[in-house]
Every structure is written in C-alpha cells, then in structure tokens.
C-alpha cells in the first residue's frame, strides 16, 4: 500500500488527512483543525473585540458616508456581520451582493429584511447572464463545480467596490480555512488576499485560464472577475479582516441570535440537518452538494457535524450517523438547474457521473430527530420555492 495516499481520520472529528484544503494530525491523531478550534477556550475574546475596535475606529471616514465594505447575501452569516459593524464597531457599512442567479424567494426576503432592519445602503453585481451561463457550463464540464462564478464573484466585488470608492476596509465573517482545517491561528489575525481567493475559494482557477482555443468564454465574459492590482490595493491600503479572528465564531449561536432579534428566517434542506446556512440558493445545497460528495467523498453536512463535534454538541458516533443519513438524500432542484444552462436531464446526469468516485460510504436510514430539530428554528412553511428568482426587492 503507497502510504502517500492513504486516508487517516482524525480521532475526534469526521475530516482526514484527504481534506481539499489539507490538514494535519499530531502524534496524538488529533486534527489541525481540531487543534486550532481548542483557541477559541483559551483567548480572551473581549480583548481581542476590543482590538478589533481599535483597529476599526481608524476606519471611520471623513470624507465619505461609508466606513466599511460589508459583503452579504440572504443567508447564514450576513445579519451577524452586519449586527457586529453597525452596533459593536459603531461603522457605518455600504453592503454589497453579487448575483449568483441561484436565488431563492426566502433568500431575497431575507435579503431586503436585513436592508430594512439595518437600515443601509447596498450595490449589487449583476454580471451579464449569458457570460454567467457560458462560464458555468465550462467550468461544469472541465472541473465540476457549478459554483466557480458565484465564488469568484463574492470574492472579488467587495474589494472592486473599496477600489472604485476608495473605502480601504472590508469586512467579512469566517476564514473558512482556519475554522475547518486549522490553516492558520486566530492568533494570527490573516487578512483576506489575492492568493487565498485563487488557491482555495478558486480552486487555483484563474479567471484568464477559462479564456480557450476549445470554448466560447471571450475576456469580455471574465474581466468583472478580475482581482484589481496589487498596485491599486497598495495605493488604496485595501485590507479585509475576518471577524472570526475577533469574535469567538459560534455559526449556531450566532444564528439563532439573529433569529430573535431581526427575524432571520430558514428552510428545511434535504441534505443536512442544519437549516440556518445557504437557504438563499437554490443550489448550494444541492447539485453543488452533490458534486462535493462524488469529488471528495464528503458533503457540506460533514463540515456542519465536525463544527457540533468541536463545540461538543453531538458525539462522534451520532456525527456520523447524520452523516450517513443525509449525505445520501436525493438532491432537489437538478431540473431547474439544467434548464437554467440549457442541459437536458440526461446530458446533465451524464456530466454529473463522470465526477464520481468510488468512495466507501456508509448509509443510514433513520435521522437524528432529536439534534436536527435544533436547527429549525423561525421555519417559513409558507414559502414553496419553484423557480430561480434571477433579481427581486424581495418582500
């Protein structure tokens, strides 16, 4: 056997030595992600919200309305990071949300909530939808991931936006390396780069490398996800500081906080138990899911049990039965998404497979009741969601 590429699992989570962005295990079988998530029991978070403070209040702008760029959407942790700007940093934030065209009814409606209880302006990026479709065809058939664009263009807006406007601060929630593989510590207080964004939220795809001899992709179609130079970012003295490193990160908590003071609103997903995270796309936590799943041999419900591990709420062994359950649910919205490209149901099914592995999966038939049901707080069962809603106000 090539001990190289033999998989170990760490002994108190569900992620291995296999994980997409990399971990580590110790001499104790312990992961880095593990590890590094022991930090958020040991540092003093009131001083470190307090340095936050400090660093933010040099911020405020004398010039312009706005203090900070703060990047949201309808889902998940858009209201804490706003909550956090606007009443714990004292800043006033111009928002910004880049289309990803996978939007669902309750995900604008949370949207235009969070406007109207937050009172704050907000820009949106509405990339010409025939490049979005040209671009997420390609990047389909060439690395399955129907989710390029929208990464590349949540990650890239914000910093156009402190460029065009000249407000160098940019504010965004977790850095999702540190809180799932322990990629760096919170001591460490990284900033969001150019090089995170190609590397990892990328998958190392550089907007010019979808620009071929073999495709219709035209440098017209990817230039609004081209990162601004080093040059500008210097200039400016562009920065964007993860909240994370501040705030003891607590995605359930913080939820459910937000529940009770904005009226946050969720929907019951298929494929994970945890119904405060990504019910603004139709997709996520679906075809995208699933793509995950046949790539990696794990789905984004194994992110969310290794997080309740660490915060020791649920055992391994329910962690994984959670897993086994929901990570084999059949995912919704595949017709919906094939017309959107212009894929019929057999083509699409095809491409899909082609991405598959032979992973070893164990499967349960029976859901956890009584864990899932602390993730259905504030529940819209009057929204039945049918068709993409490509741009809306929201209600």
């Avoid at 591990?309 to 017709?335: D, H, M, W």
């Amino acid at each position: 056997m090539n001990l190289e590429n033999k998989k170990l699992q760490c002994k108190k989570c569900l992620y291995d030595t296999n994980h997409p962005l990399g971990i580590l295990l110790d001499e104790h079988g312990i992961c880095s992600g593990c590890r590094i998530h022991e930090e958020k029991d040991t540092l003093d978070w009131k001083f470190r919200l307090d340095k936050l403070k400090k660093i933010t209040s040099r911020y405020k702008s004398k010039k312009s309305n706005y203090d900070v760029i703060v990047p949201v959407n309808g889902s998940h942790d858009s209201y804490f990071i706003v909550h956090v700007v606007k009443n714990l940093l004292n800043l006033n934030p111009l928002l910004v949300c880049y289309n990803k065209y996978y939007n669902t009814s309750l995900g604008i409606h949370n949207l235009a909530n969070l406007i109207t209880k937050f009172n704050s302006d907000i820009l949106f990026k509405n990339v010409n939808i025939k490049s979005v479709k040209k671009i997420t065809k390609y990047t389909l058939v060439k690395y399955g991931n129907i989710y390029w664009h929208c990464l590349a263009g949540s990650t890239v807006f914000p910093v156009q936006v402190a460029e065009k406007f000249k407000i160098p601060l940019i504010i965004w929630g977790a850095h999702q390396g540190i809180e799932q593989v322990g990629m760096f510590s919170y001591k460490n207080e990284v900033e969001m780069t150019k090089r995170y964004r190609l590397n990892h939220d990328l998958f190392s795809v550089d907007p010019l490398d979808l620009v071929t001899p073999y495709n219709n992709i035209t440098e017209e179609d990817i230039f609004q996800y081209i990162y601004p130079s080093f040059e500008s970012i210097n200039t400016i003295g562009i920065r964007g500081l993860y909240l994370n490193n501040f705030i003891r990160w607590d995605p359930k908590i913080q939820n459910e906080k937000m529940i009770k003071m904005y009226n946050f609103k969720n929907n019951i997903h298929s494929r994970t138990f945890d119904n405060h995270e990504y019910v603004d796309c139709f997709n996520y936590m679906n075809i995208h899911d699933l793509l995950k799943y046949y790539k990696f041999g794990y789905s984004k419900v194994t992110d969310q049990v290794v997080r309740e591990i660490r915060f020791g709420r649920i055992s391994k062994k329910k962690a994984e039965l959670l897993v086994a359950y929901y990570q084999n649910q059949t995912p919704k919205y595949l017709g919906l998404f094939g017309e959107f490209l212009g894929i019929n149901n057999q083509s699409l099914q095809y491409i899909l497979s082609s991405f598959k592995k032979n992973f070893k999966i164990k499967k349960n038939d029976k859901p956890i009741i009584n864990f899932s049901k602390k993730f259905t707080k504030n529940i819209d069962k009057n929204i039945v969601e049918k068709q993409y809603i490509l741009f809306g106000k929201g209600a």
